[in-house]
């Protein structure tokens, strides 16, 4: 049976989320939550970074010169900003412009 366009997207998403919580988070998670482990630092971290690093990620990869873990550093990125999106209650547009033209998290539509 040819198995190029036989996909199970369930079950295909719940191998790569067992793979990313299991194999390959533990690296970022040790990296990046601090000293103690008390603080993650996407607690300090703007969805504007969030996305930031979806697009560099995707853009080297476009421009072939993408590295081993992209693909996983896109899914990486995309689910923290899910989770800030998520406890902010954020609704579209995400990030507007302030008066000091710094970005920020907007709730204005």
């Known amino acids: 049976m040819d198995k190029t366009n036989n996909f199970d997207r369930l079950g295909d998403w719940e191998k790569f989320s067992k793979y990313m919580s299991e194999a390959y988070l533990s690296g970022p998670i040790k990296k990046y ?8 630092f996407l607690h300090y971290t703007g ?5 930031w690093n979806i697009l560099k990620y995707a853009l080297r990869l ?9 693909f996983e550093k ?13 406890q902010k209650e954020l609704t ?5 412009v302030d008066s000091d033209e710094e970005y920020i998290l ?3 539509g």
């Open 33 to 40: 939550s601090g000293a103690h482990r008390m603080n993650d």
């Open 47 to 51: 969805l504007r970074v969030m996305i």
């Open 62 to 70: 476009w421009l072939g010169r993408g590295k081993i873990h992209d």
């Open 74 to 86: 896109i899914a990486h990125y995309a689910q923290m900003a899910y989770t800030l999106k998520e």
């Open 92 to 96: 579209p547009p995400f990030v507007n």
């Open 106 to 108: 907007s709730q204005e």
